[in-house]
């Protein structure tokens, strides 16, 4: 089974940018769609972007649309959340997760249910 380890996270400013990392170990991971989620204190989880498995397709969360970018390089087993602009509203543990299916599905990609491998998080924390 595939394995997750997010790295990047930290403390910025308002406005400044991250890039958050997830390495991937195991089988099959370049046959599935990957996704970030996040998590603030006292929140539920919820969706923050998704990528197909060949990276043509992506899917955003409004609150990400025009400020963040998912992306993955299957030669190296990871895949990216590009961070930018961002406000302290984004602090929370960003998660990695797994998708099994091969098809791009949008409906799938949004609906943490159907992941069934997560990493344990990396903070990310937004200064105002």
């Known amino acids: 089974q595939v394995q997750l380890e997010e790295s990047g996270g930290g403390l910025v400013q308002a406005g400044d940018s991250l890039t958050l990392s997830c390495a991937a170990s195991?089988?099959?991971?370049?046959?599935?769609?990957m996704g970030w989620f996040r998590q603030a204190p006292g929140k539920e989880r919820v969706f923050v972007a998704a990528i197909s498995a060949s990276g043509s397709d992506t899917s955003y969360a409004d609150s990400a649309k025009g400020r963040f970018t998912i992306s993955r390089d299957n030669a190296k087993n990871k895949i990216f959340l590009q961070m930018d602009t961002l406000r302290p509203g984004d602090t929370a543990v960003y998660l990695c997760a797994r998708n099994p299916r091969t098809y791009w599905s949008p409906s799938s990609a949004v609906n943490s249910a159907h992941y069934d491998t997560w990493g344990q998080g990396t903070q990310v924390t937004v200064s105002s």
């Open positions: 195991g089988s099959a991971f370049i046959f599935s769609m």
